[in-house]
């Protein structure tokens, strides 16, 4: 049987498994993306760990249907190149040129990774007899990938679903790329930090908590920050509370504009915070959706949910992907 290379280039980790091609996992690994190097470091690496998957599993080269591969973003999907990325050190870095070379195939195709989540949740998940669905992580960054009339939205440079870009505050917080009041300044784990610091900075001056604490000593992290959350912290559940607003205006605005089914939740803060992150959201949207009310599941696939889509991408490739690579089936 053939089998398939997936892989998930991740601002925090880069995960590569094999797949058969029926869609089951053979086996994954999981390592630290590097956050330095040059253009081709990436593709090195991943390289690297897939060559050892397939040595230790004994498969053979010969088998290989191609690569899939889901990558953090922005993309020029033509080229299969990364360029300007905000959450990685390495902010350019190419993908299907070098990955086309090493694995001696030209099928590889190159998507966002919530592009891949979404594809993975239509060919594999819940997804699978749903014609209109959105997938959304909240992980380092805030990402979405969607299917709308059962069509993969790709966009002219593979960018059609920056969500996590949505403003949700024309005048307000910074973005890791430079633009104000994206929903991901404020909502991911990149993002939590800076804006909590900045509210106890600029707005809760004088109080003093916990939290006030761990940031002026310069401690907090998203999973602290919802451990407060949790034990109470008045400051924390200030928070909290803007963050929950601001999640809702985010999800709000991609179901205006999609008109989803369903909407599959993935990503590590949001499925370690599900009860805090999401379940709330089903009493605040109602103040922002105009269109009918979604489902809202997180998906079933935890970790693997973007690793499960690259594969999908070979195992069932969009149309729309094969001719964007120049192929004819």
């Not at 990685?88 to 590889?108: A, D, H, N, Q």
């Amino acid at each position: 049987m053939k089998y398939v290379v997936a892989v998930d280039v991740g601002a925090t980790n880069l995960r590569v498994g094999t797949y058969w091609v029926d869609g089951r996992l053979i086996k994954s690994v999981s390592v630290r993306t590097p956050g330095s190097g040059g253009p081709d470091t990436i593709a090195e690496c991943i390289y690297d760990l897939a060559s050892r998957l397939i040595s230790e599993l004994g498969l053979n080269q010969h088998q290989l249907a191609g690569v899939g591969v889901g990558s953090i973003g922005p993309l020029d999907i033509r080229r299969g190149e990364v360029v300007n990325t905000p959450n990685l050190g390495i902010r350019s870095f190419r993908l299907r040129k070098p990955l086309t070379e090493f694995f001696k195939t030209e099928y590889v195709l190159v998507v966002n990774d919530c592009v891949a989540g979404v594809w993975g949740e239509k060919v594999f998940g819940y997804g699978v007899n749903i014609d209109n669905l959105v997938y959304i992580t909240l992980s380092s960054g805030v990402g979405g990938g969607v299917v709308v009339d059962g069509d993969l939205l790709i966009g002219k440079d593979g960018n059609a679903h920056e969500v996590g870009h949505i403003v949700v505050r024309y005048d307000g917080f910074r973005c890791g790329c430079g633009g104000l009041g994206h929903w991901e300044a404020y909502a991911s784990g990149s993002g939590i930090p800076r804006y909590v610091k900045y509210y106890v900075e600029n707005i809760a001056t004088s109080r003093k908590t916990k939290l006030t604490e761990f940031v002026r000593e310069s401690l907090i992290t998203p999973e602290l920050f919802f451990k407060l959350v949790r034990e109470g912290d008045e400051v924390a559940v200030e928070i909290y509370n803007e963050l929950c607003r601001v999640n809702a205006a985010g999800f709000a605005s991609v179901i205006n504009v999609y008109d989803p089914e369903l909407v599959v939740v993935g990503g590590s803060l949001a499925l370690a915070n599900y009860d805090l992150i999401i379940q709330p959201l089903h009493d605040l949207l109602t103040n922002y959706v105009v269109n009918r009310l979604p489902k809202i599941l997180p998906t079933q696939f935890g970790g693997e949910a973007v690793l499960k889509g690259a594969a999908a991408l070979v195992i069932r490739p969009p149309k729309k992907l094969l001719r964007i690579y120049g192929f004819n089936h």
